[in-house]
């Protein structure tokens, strides 16, 4: 079962980020631009942003990092999805494993402290996906005519693993709050909320996901700030979280770690609507059990 779950995963993360691309691409550029440097900011808000991409580097540079950001998403969205249903799953075996026997016409859910541990374990493991994928990606985003090659060269297998600690500060607790909210909205909008064994509808799926998704990327925008700031070219003196927010504080003040605020909880609404809708379906097509 995981290695379908791996599969539906990554599929599910294709279809999804394919068609949110241009929102995260404004969403990096407004994170990495900084108020008090030398040069003119360069853009005043998401409508602002999305122009003047377009104006300056056409369509097409609102997909610039697709195709490698496609390539790290498989494995990424795939780990993230399947490992989430394996914590759950081997939670699941040893809290109820200590529990009386249930009814088989009760569903079993577990307690919000093994929901979230199970989240934040899959926002864990994923990282060793994530974090080489979103670098090579928002070095894309920032760099005009750079190559995917040439960004590859550039880091090196080290550099891949640039600012793994924020990513990993922003991973593993937006996946305890958003597949914990997700599995808890999706459960109360369940039309048959006694079969263990039905198939949950789409206007359960849809609506959850996209409660999840907003609440957690809203709370862990400073998070992906300083991740963005740490992998970016530009104020290379900083490398660590703890300075790169000192500096945001000290010179742009806290409003500065909400930056693409917006923009990120636009992708992140549509992006896990359309990944758990996908991921599901998959699921439900090929009858595999979920926890």
Do not use: W
Not at 250 to 259: D, H, I, R, V, Y
Not at 266 to 288: A, D, H
């Amino acid at each position: 079962m995981f290695v379908e779950n791996l599969a539906c995963g990554g599929i599910a993360g294709i279809v999804a980020v394919s068609c949110v691309f241009p929102l995260d691409m404004v969403k990096t550029r407004l994170m990495n631009q900084s108020s008090n440097a030398t040069r003119t900011v360069a853009y005043n808000g998401v409508v602002d942003c999305f122009k003047k991409i377009i104006q300056t580097e056409g369509v097409s540079g609102l997909y610039r990092g697709l195709p490698a950001n496609l390539v790290g998403i498989t494995p990424e969205k795939a780990i993230k999805l399947a490992g989430n249903d394996f914590f759950r799953s081997l939670f699941s075996k040893l809290y109820f494993k200590t529990k009386p026997a249930a009814p088989t016409d009760v569903v079993k859910q577990l307690p919000v402290s093994l929901e979230l541990l199970a989240g934040g374990c899959a926002g864990a493991v994923q990282v060793v996906a994530t974090n080489p994928m979103e670098i090579v990606k928002i070095r894309m985003q920032t760099s005009k005519g750079v190559s995917t090659i040439h960004v590859l060269k550039e880091l090196g297998l080290k550099g891949l693993y640039k600012g793994s600690a924020a990513t990993l500060s922003r991973d593993i607790p937006f996946s305890m709050v958003y597949f914990c909210l997700y599995s808890r909205l999706k459960h109360h909008l369940s039309e048959n909320k006694q079969d263990p064994s039905s198939k949950i509808s789409l206007k359960a799926i849809i609506p959850s996901a996209i409660v999840a998704g907003s609440t957690a990327a809203f709370f862990t925008t400073p998070l992906d700030v300083i991740k963005t700031r740490l992998q970016a070219h530009g104020e290379t003196q900083l490398k660590t979280i703890g300075q790169v927010y000192r500096h945001i504080m000290q010179n742009e003040g806290a409003a500065a770690l909400f930056k693409g605020c917006l923009p990120r909880v636009l992708i992140m609404s549509p992006l896990f609507g359309i990944t758990l809708t996908v991921y599901e379906l998959l699921q439900n097509f090929l009858g595999i059990n979920k926890v």
